[in-house]
């Protein structure tokens, strides 16, 4: 059964470092997401994806955020100079239909 | 009344009891309804989708009431390994495409 695939599993980073979370989702799939998720706290939206462009954002997403499919299969997250509050636990997730999401097993951002 | 609400729990549970736990929303607009099940430091997965009054799969039941705002979900025969947090989802009243996520209601099964 196809899967949504993340890397890295685990990222450790310093305050002010940029970093990419990459994401593989399923193929046929049309709307692609990103989700962020806080220890202990609950799944919070931050990005969707249709056609090769943000098609909804969060009040979360802001400038330090931005978002690429740079090759038609690879979905990505960049994250510019990181703060301490953005570790989190960073999720993918694609649909082939409306609203019922697959999800990847994350990508656990340590910002020190 | 917050987009979506949960009881934090945790529900202690013992196996082969029936438990059942309740999500409120807000939007009287939506027309569709999620669980998802999240075991610690993994990936919510999708549990059961609730397109009318309700849907059955197995041990589990969700089912919704329009009138008061609410979606159940009923796990019959439970197990251990139904152990998990349990996210109810709604899609936000002005997105055809953006979820609104509850805090979760964690369920622990003890033998």
């Given at each position: 059964?196809?899967?949504?695939?993340?890397?890295?599993?685990?990222?450790?980073?310093?305050?002010?470092?940029?970093?990419?979370?990459?994401c593989?989702?399923i193929?046929?799939?049309?709307?692609f997401?990103?989700?962020?998720?806080?220890?202990?706290?609950?799944?919070?939206?931050?990005?969707?994806f249709?056609?090769?462009?943000?098609s909804?954002?969060?009040?979360?997403?802001?400038?330090?955020?931005?978002?690429?499919?740079p090759?038609?299969?690879?979905?990505?997250l960049?994250?510019?100079s990181?703060?301490?509050?953005?570790?989190?636990?960073y999720?993918?997730a694609?649909?082939?239909?409306?609203?019922?999401?697959?999800?990847?097993p994350?990508?656990?951002?340590?910002?020190? | 009344?917050?987009?979506?609400?949960?009881?934090?729990g945790?529900?202690?549970?013992p196996?082969?009891a029936?438990?059942?736990?309740?999500?409120?929303?807000s939007?009287?607009?939506?027309?569709?309804?999620?669980?998802?099940?999240?075991?610690?430091?993994?990936?919510?997965?999708l549990l059961?989708?609730?397109?009318s009054?309700?849907?059955?799969?197995?041990?589990?039941?969700?089912q919704?009431?329009?009138?008061?705002?609410?979606i159940?979900?009923?796990?019959?025969?439970?197990?251990?390994?139904?152990?998990?947090?349990?996210?109810?989802?709604?899609?936000r009243?002005?997105?055809?495409?953006?979820?609104?996520?509850?805090?979760?209601?964690k369920?622990?099964?003890?033998?």
């Amino acid at each position: 059964e196809p899967e949504v695939t993340q890397t890295p599993s685990h990222q450790v980073t310093q305050m002010g470092q940029e970093v990419i979370l990459r994401c593989v989702p399923i193929s046929n799939h049309l709307y692609f997401y990103w989700y962020r998720q806080i220890l202990g706290q609950k799944v919070e939206f931050l990005v969707s994806f249709y056609n090769n462009e943000i098609s909804e954002k969060s009040e979360i997403f802001d400038d330090q955020f931005s978002v690429e499919r740079p090759d038609g299969s690879n979905f990505t997250l960049k994250i510019r100079s990181t703060k301490l509050e953005d570790s989190a636990m960073y999720f993918c997730a694609s649909i082939p239909q409306e609203y019922e999401q697959y999800f990847g097993p994350g990508t656990r951002l340590t910002v020190t | 009344r917050k987009e979506v609400e949960q009881d934090p729990g945790p529900f202690n549970v013992p196996e082969g009891a029936t438990v059942a736990f309740n999500c409120t929303y807000s939007n009287s607009a939506s027309q569709s309804f999620f669980w998802y099940r999240q075991d610690c430091r993994k990936e919510p997965k999708l549990l059961m989708s609730v397109y009318s009054s309700g849907n059955e799969d197995g041990r589990f039941t969700a089912q919704l009431n329009r009138a008061s705002q609410y979606i159940s979900l009923l796990i019959r025969d439970s197990k251990l390994s139904d152990s998990a947090t349990y996210l109810c989802v709604v899609p936000r009243g002005d997105s055809n495409y953006q979820l609104i996520w509850g805090a979760g209601t964690k369920l622990i099964i003890k033998p």
